[in-house]
């Protein structure tokens, strides 16, 4: 018995569309259970096997475009490096939860993390880092956001939007009394540090 070329034409839709759902799943990965690779070369061999690549003390100026081709990875330290900025390419990692950027040459706060979704913790500190982008809002798993220690004076008042966030840290910030009710009125559920604030009349 023939098939309709037209019944055909749906079915091989629907498993096209399947196949998309899929690869853009997220799945469950206990990531205490993973090994950490510690070397592109090593974790080129099975990009697809990264849940934890850690390229600290690399000495990175620029993060290797290969790293996007890691679509499974969960967690991606890059701290101590000398990175200035982040390749847009890195959307492609979909299913990221952490990312360290701890100690860099960041001036600008990436915009590329704002596309990834499913981040739960950020750390960005030791930078000259000086704004956070609006559309911080995007980030509604976000849980963490360490930027102690940077050039930060403005918060968006998008952040409001951050229902999940339980920490923010922004230790050794100089913030005026003000400022920090602000803060704290747009997080009120997030535990957020502070430094103590200058007494910038004396």
């Not at 018995?1 to 206990?30: C, K």
């Not at 704002?114 to 509604?140: A, F």
């Not at 100089?174 to 540090?193: A, G, V």
Request: charged share 25%; hydrophobic share 40%.
């Amino acid at each position: 018995m023939s098939v309709p070329l037209s019944l055909m034409r749906t079915l091989l839709l629907a498993l096209i569309l399947l196949a998309s759902v899929v690869s853009t799943a997220q799945v469950e990965v206990d990531l205490d259970t993973c090994k950490t690779y510690k070397s592109i070369e090593e974790a080129m061999k099975h990009p697809e096997d990264v849940f934890i690549l850690d390229l600290s003390k690399h000495k990175l100026k620029v993060v290797p475009e290969v790293i996007s081709k890691m679509t499974n990875l969960r967690v991606l330290d890059l701290s101590k490096n000398k990175l200035s900025q982040l390749p847009s390419s890195l959307n492609s990692l979909t299913q990221l939860e952490e990312i360290n950027l701890n100690r860099n040459y960041f001036k600008t706060f990436p915009v590329v993390l704002v596309e990834l979704t499913h981040l739960k913790k950020i750390v960005i500190s030791q930078n000259d880092v000086y704004g956070i982008p609006y559309d911080i809002k995007n980030l509604q798993q976000l849980e963490v956001l360490d930027m102690w220690s940077t050039n930060l004076y403005e918060i968006p008042d998008s952040m409001s939007e951050l229902k999940n966030l339980k920490v923010f840290d922004l230790r050794v910030i100089q913030f005026s009394d003000e400022e920090k009710e602000r803060i704290s009125k747009l997080l009120p559920n997030t535990k957020i540090h502070f430094s103590n604030s200058c007494n910038c009349s004396n």
